[in-house]
């Protein structure tokens, strides 16, 4: 069993991610992004995706785990070709210090930010992607919410070959934080237990959009995702929004203007 192949597999939708980046970026900036760091990159697969869109395309990975960079090394690093493989490069660094500047982009998706659970911390990570990007940067994060985030609970979902299951094991109202893990088991019956384990503070969108204006942002807008009208469910479109629905669960992008 490899849970990051599962993690992948079961989690990651790194195409859709990098259209929303791309068309986004230039909407706001009327030309294409070329240069973006992916934060808590995990395995970079996102990174990896990245570079497979444009020949002049360059991505940094920033995670502090050497175990997982070396994964992606090995299994999404490895797939690229000479030539992409020269234009992405994953750092064993701290996201609060990460040694790269002068970007278009930085992504902290997957809700990896929710790791900082002070204002004071999170002010502060803000303000050192905003010392990494370049005048016309831009920071892509993404955020999950609605009256079922703070319930503890467990979900499962059927993937090809395996089980996923998201727990919400235990959420404390007076400071917002919960404990989240993943669980895999095979179709076989072999189960995988706390594959990853995730100690996170629930933000809300208001508390990170003013986090972002106080860190210096100049912007800090909510990307809310579309209704399709046949089946009531999202339709994967998302636009700037002022006024989000009332849902059990939604997951939204914040895009922030250096
Ligand atoms: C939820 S995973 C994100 C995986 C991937 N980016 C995704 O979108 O699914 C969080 C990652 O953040 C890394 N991490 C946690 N704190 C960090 C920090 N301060 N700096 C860099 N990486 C950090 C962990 O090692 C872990 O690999």
Known sequence: MDKHHYYQNAVQCVEAE???VEVTYRELKGKPARKLREDFCGTAQTACEWIKRHQDNHAYGIDLDPLVLQWG???NL???SANQRQRVRLLNEDVMTA???NLDAVLAMNFSYFIFME????IRYFRSVLNSLNNEGVLFLDAFGGYEAAK????ERECDGF????EQASFNPINSQMQCYIHFVTDEGVRMEKAFDYYWRLWTLPE????????GFKTADVFWEGTDEKTGEGDGEYSKSVVGTADAGWVCYIVAEK
């Open 18 to 20: 990098i259209d929303f």
């Open 73 to 75: 090394e090995q299994n």
């Open 78 to 80: 490895s797939e690229l």
């Open 99 to 101: 040694s790269v500047s």
């Open 119 to 122: 204002r004071g911390l999170m």
């Open 152 to 155: 503890e609970l467990t979900e």
């Open 163 to 166: 089980t996923y299951i998201w």
């Open 208 to 215: 990170i959009t003013e986090m972002l204006l106080t860190a």
